[in-house]
Every structure is written in C-alpha cells, then in structure tokens.
C-alpha cells in the first residue's frame, strides 16, 4: 500500500513537472510499470497503435482518419475540417510538452477512436514512437 502511495506522488510530481516528451513518456512507463511489472516503452508497439483501424468510429476509425498515415504531415479533423499540427516531435516541437493538454487530447481521442480509455503503456508506446519518428 506505501508503495502505491509513493508511486502516485512520483507520477503526480513527474507529471506537474514534465516538459519535454521523454519526461512525458517517463511519467507513463513509470506508472504503466506500477501495474505491469518490467514494462519498457516501445516506439514499434506506439507505431502499431498509431497504425491500428479500430471501427467503433465509422468516421475515425484510428489515428490516421485526422493525423494521415505519416505523423510528420499536418492533418485535418475527419468531422470538423478543423486543420490539425503534425503529431511527430519532430516536425512540432510543441508536441507533448504540455502535460494537460497531452492528458486531454488522449483521453477525447482515446475515447472517439478505440471506445475506452488508452492506458499508460499505449500512452508511453505512442509517445515514444512520435518522439523517433523521422
């Protein structure tokens, strides 16, 4: 029981703290390791989840419905049109700085896309894979 308290505090802090993508993913392995013992992120398991068609959605079936199949090109919103930055570190800079907004936009996302809640290890795989890509 202290060792889930004081994981809690760890990613709480992590979390109030974080400012680039790989204090971001650190924050969910830590807490992905918490539940799944010896958890690693991976950018190929972030890459298939990016890639994954998943059908509760007919409008957004998976990612690339608004992000298209390469994460360093801009997108548009499958149902508003609304134009959306490159998701890839590398191309937006911005990209998964901001612990709040990472936060929010997987928890509308997750939710329109695969009909539940992505959990820690698939947040630390996707951010890991559009830290690595090129």
Do not use: W
């Given at each position: 029981m202290r060792t889930t308290s004081t994981v809690a505090l760890l990613l709480a802090s992590l979390a109030c703290h974080a400012e680039t993508p790989?204090?971001?993913?650190?924050?969910?392995?830590?807490?992905?390791?918490?539940?799944?013992?010896g958890f690693t992120p991976s950018a190929r398991r972030g890459a298939a989840l990016f890639e994954q068609?998943?059908?509760?959605?007919?409008?957004?079936?998976?990612?690339?419905?608004?992000?298209?199949?390469?994460?360093?090109?801009?997108?548009?919103?499958?149902?508003?049109?609304?134009?959306?930055?490159?998701?890839?570190?590398?191309?937006?800079?911005?990209?998964?700085?901001?612990?709040?907004k990472v936060e929010k936009w997987f928890g509308r996302n997750c939710k329109e896309v695969m009909g539940r809640a992505c959990?820690?290890?698939?947040?630390?795989?996707?951010?890991s894979y559009m830290s690595e890509v090129r």
């Open positions: 790989q204090q971001i993913r650190q924050a969910y392995a830590a807490e992905a390791g918490s539940q799944q013992a068609r998943f059908n509760i959605n007919e409008k957004m079936p998976g990612c690339t419905s608004c992000h298209t199949d390469k994460p360093l090109n801009a997108g548009q919103h499958a149902v508003t049109g609304k134009n959306i930055r490159p998701l890839a570190v590398a191309a937006n800079g911005e990209r998964f700085s901001d612990p709040a959990t820690p290890a698939e947040k630390a795989d996707f951010v």
